[in-house]
């Protein structure tokens, strides 16, 4: 009767201590998930930042290239402009000795526009490239990011539920011999 007694009140500690190490186990737990919550949320305010950032620069760049292409376009027309003046005033010297150097210049002229065309071209290509591997960059570090939170969610979850088996099997274990 008193060793009877005895092993209720220490399976009673006993599940009391149980209960204790497993309420500290959950505040761990919801502590560490907090945590976590606070680190991914920050995290993500920070991509999005980020990607305030890319897209400003990308409007920057966008603004930038055309400002440039009206610059370049503006001094087409203006060296039109004057090469035109110079023509007239050619034609105005020497209207049939200029006939031929006014054609050579209209070629000439279409080289340098057909130039500044394909200089404009490449330059809008090496930008709009520029842009699509720094996207790609960034999507790929985002993946690769990704992928290792996913690990150690897994590995995170492994190790609880590996804590949880062993627990259990230590409760059952105290069950069986009790």
């Given at each position: 009767?008193?060793?009877?007694?005895?092993?209720?009140?220490?399976?009673?500690?006993?599940i009391?201590?149980?209960?204790?190490?497993?309420?500290?186990?959950?505040?761990?737990?919801?502590?560490?998930?907090?945590?976590?919550?606070?680190?991914?949320?920050?995290?993500?305010?920070?991509?999005?930042?980020?990607?305030?950032?890319?897209?400003?620069?990308?409007?920057?760049?966008q603004?930038?290239?055309?400002?440039?292409?009206?610059?370049?376009?503006?001094?087409i027309?203006?060296?039109?402009?004057?090469?035109?003046?110079?023509?007239?005033?050619?034609?105005?010297?020497?209207?049939?000795?200029?006939?031929?150097?006014?054609?050579?210049?209209?070629?000439?002229?279409?080289?340098?526009?057909?130039?500044?065309?394909?200089?404009?071209?490449?330059?809008v290509?090496?930008?709009?490239?520029?842009?699509?591997?720094?996207?790609?960059?960034?999507n790929?570090?985002?993946?690769?990011?990704?992928?290792?939170?996913?690990?150690?969610?897994?590995?995170?979850?492994?190790?609880?539920?590996?804590?949880?088996?062993?627990?259990?099997?230590?409760?059952?274990?105290?069950?069986?011999?009790?």
């Open positions: 009767s008193i060793n009877a007694e005895y092993m209720g009140k220490h399976i009673h500690d006993a009391q201590k149980a209960d204790l190490e497993d309420a500290e186990a959950m505040k761990r737990f919801a502590s560490q998930k907090d945590k976590s919550e606070r680190f991914l949320q920050d995290n993500l305010e920070k991509q999005d930042e980020c990607w305030r950032k890319i897209q400003d620069l990308e409007r920057q760049l603004k930038l290239g055309t400002e440039r292409f009206e610059e370049i376009k503006r001094r027309e203006e060296n039109d402009r004057e090469e035109k003046r110079k023509v007239e005033y050619q034609q105005f010297l020497e209207v049939v000795s200029q006939h031929k150097k006014l054609l050579e210049l209209t070629v000439y002229n279409c080289d340098v526009a057909l130039r500044c065309i394909g200089l404009v071209e490449e330059m290509a090496e930008c709009t490239s520029a842009i699509k591997a720094r996207h790609d960059k960034t790929q570090e985002l993946e690769e990011l990704t992928l290792d939170v996913h690990k150690e969610y897994l590995e995170f979850f492994r190790l609880l539920y590996l804590a949880w088996g062993n627990r259990k099997k230590k409760k059952k274990k105290k069950k069986n011999s009790a």
